[in-house]
């Protein structure tokens, strides 16, 4: 099911108009500081009042059954907000994974529970280095006496890994990488939350010590799951991003419209005006390809994963420029711990390297294009 122009518009509307009441910059900072690090509260609205965490599961496990650009909509004004919850660990990682593995009796079982908001999740691939190349997995999984699957090994920067009800953990079996169900109580599973760059978005290091799991699709599959979930993951980050920079772009035109100094505006200075019109068009470009990405997606282009990988480094560049740039535009005030200006950044910066990393996604982008 696809939204029309004027449908998209309310939704973009009543996102917005949701997140300014519930993720002010006063609820992001004090979040930043808690544990759980999102509201239980606020996540139960988003999913009653509004059916987030169901927005792309289909029908038939109890979501809408829309797709990447309703998604690219919501993730821009969340990224605006910077809000604190379980949405990109949940929903564009751990509902996508279930739904690219084909095992519709894992999907039967877990994704109602995720459309409704009652159950949390997150995928698990990166390990200590923090790629996400299925060569370098070395957690492993194999089959005790009874034939039950046992996992072993170490995650980190898993999204939302202390507090997610539900891990999926890509882990080395004799056919190949394979991904695995985990849930939070199970026994041997250790979680500990990681001190990263950007406190808005938490992440955790995951030890397991032959933890009881289940088998999520094919065995050896896990390579092929991992490059499509990879694909949808990083053009909702792109939207992500995309929205924050926009966010940076409207504060520093407001600052430059309002500041004055030498009894005139800022925004009228020439040096001021270039770093405002350099932002406008580094936004622009952004939300065009992430926007053109989801759109093909969507359609299932054949051409999908190449515009995945452009609006990847597109809005990268662009989020982490804008965001800089925001802090030079604010002058002084823009590099205290008082003004949201930083939280901006580190967002921005932390989001570059979500996936690997400049390097990383440059030549992914090669890989995609078949170079």
Not at 140 to 162: C, E, Q
Request: glycine share 10%; aromatic share 6%.
């Amino acid at each position: 099911m696809t939204a029309n122009e004027s449908e998209l518009l309310e939704l973009r509307s009543s996102v917005r108009e949701f997140l300014e009441s519930k993720s002010p910059e006063e609820a992001v900072r004090k979040l930043m500081d808690s544990e759980p690090r999102f509201d239980p509260a606020v996540w139960a609205q988003a999913a009653d009042q509004l059916r987030l965490p169901g927005l792309v599961i289909p029908e038939e496990y109890g979501g809408d059954g829309f797709g990447p650009v309703e998604l690219g909509v919501v993730l821009e004004e969340m990224g605006r907000a910077l809000l604190c919850a379980p949405f990109f660990a949940t929903v564009v990682l751990a509902a996508h994974a279930l739904l690219a593995s084909g095992d519709s009796e894992a999907c039967a079982r877990h994704l109602p529970g995720i459309a409704s908001g009652r159950t949390t999740a997150t995928l698990a691939v990166a390990e200590d280095s923090g790629s996400w190349d299925p060569a370098l997995i070395s957690a492993r999984a194999g089959r005790d006496g009874d034939g039950a699957w046992r996992l072993s090994g170490r995650k980190a920067f898993v999204i939302d890994g202390t507090t997610a009800d539900l891990l999926l953990v890509v882990a080395r079996t004799v056919a190949g990488p394979s991904l695995f169900a985990v849930d939070r109580q199970a026994a041997g599973l250790e979680a500990e939350p990681m001190q990263t760059l950007d406190a808005t978005r938490a992440m955790a290091r995951l030890t397991f010590d032959a933890v009881p799991a289940t088998l999520v699709g094919a065995e050896g599959a896990g390579g092929r799951v991992m490059a499509r979930v990879l694909d949808i993951a990083t053009v909702g980050l792109a939207a992500e991003q995309a929205g924050g920079a926009r966010r940076c772009l409207e504060t520093s035109a407001d600052y430059a419209r309002t500041r004055h100094q030498f009894g005139r505006p800022i925004g009228s200075f020439q040096a001021v005006k270039h770093k405002c019109a350099d932002m406008l068009v580094q936004v622009e470009l952004a939300e065009a390809a992430s926007r053109e990405a989801a759109r093909l997606a969507a359609e299932g282009a054949p051409d999908f994963p190449v515009a995945a990988a452009v609006a990847h480094a597109c809005c990268s560049r662009a989020y982490v420029f804008a965001a800089m740039e925001n802090i030079q535009v604010h002058g002084g005030i823009g590099f205290t711990w008082e003004h949201p200006a930083h939280l901006y950044f580190r967002r921005a910066k932390s989001s570059q390297l979500l996936f690997g990393g400049p390097a990383v996604y440059h030549e992914r982008l090669l890989d995609r294009l078949g170079i």
